[in-house]
Structure formats: C-alpha cells, structure tokens
C-alpha cells in the first residue's frame, strides 16, 4: 500500500499526511509541483519529528510518477493499482476491494485532479457525504480511506508490546 499527493497546496495537510504514513509505515510519493516549498516550517511543523521516519519518493511530475510506476513494475511482480479519492466517484470507498499493492492518491486541495490524471487511474473513490457539502479535509479523506484499504488487506503495522 502507498499513498500518492498529487500537487499538495498546503504544507500543515501534506504534513499531516506524511506523519499518519509514518504511524502506519505507508510509503509516499509527492507528485510535483507544490503549491509551497517542501521544506516549508508549517509542513515541518504539522508532521512532527516524524517526516524523518516517512518513506518519501518525490516525483517532478505526472509523466515521472507514471514513468516511475512502469519501470518498478518491469522489475517486480505487478504494477500495482492507482485508486483517486474523488468527489466525482461513484464507488464508496468502504464498498471498494483494495488489494496490499495499491496506491492510493488524493489531488490539490484546491482543484483535485486534472480531468487526463481522472481518466488515468485504475479506480476512484468517494466518502459518501451530507447533501451541500463540498468535501473534507484532504488529510482527514487519506486516513479515512487509508485506513479502510490496510483494515481489508491486514496492512496495519504490529501493535508494539509496552
């Protein structure tokens, strides 16, 4: 299981997320450009002493992540799948099978993803919401659906012994 940002805009979100990947030892990849510097103190801030703790690819861009996906899937087994965590999705992400190889990407907080990214992915997703809502914090929509993906493949990290 991954977790792939797709152009983040705001670094205490992308903090956010690269300090949950930690938490449940899920590798991420960043899709650049970013709407700020990585190394930006509210990113730094908001992921803790953790982000050193984070498995982190960066990526240049789109066409490099993609290109990225198709040579480690000539050197293992499969290319695993791409699921977006869209609003314009029909499938509601607890009624979805995810597979341990997935990779699960979210968009720009403030625009999502570009309509050839939406017709590039495996599958999209959504968290069914209240009628007249736009969406839930980008951070928030990663954990919920992260966590559903690693509680149907068993990818939770071991609970340490105290």
Known sequence: MRLALYQPDIPQNTGTMLRMAACLNVPVDIIEPCGFVLS?????????????????????????????????????????????????????????????????????????????????????????MTEGVRSLNIAVSAAMVLGEALRQTSGFPSPTKL
Do not use: C
């Not at 087994?77 to 965590?85: D, E, T, Y």
């Not at 625009?111 to 959504?126: F, I, K, N, Q, Y």
């Open 40 to 128: 930006d103190k509210r990113m730094k801030r908001s992921g803790m002493d953790y982000l050193d703790q984070t498995e982190l690819v960066r990526h240049s861009s789109w066409e490099a992540f993609n290109k990225d996906r198709d040579e480690k899937s000539t050197s293992q087994v499969s290319r695993g799948r791409l699921i977006l965590l869209s609003t314009k999705a029909e499938t509601n992400y607890t009624d979805f099978e995810f597979k341990p190889t997935d990779t699960l990407m979210v968009g720009r907080e403030s625009a999502g993803v570009p309509d050839d990214v939406h017709r590039s992915v495996d599958a999209s997703v959504l968290i069914p």
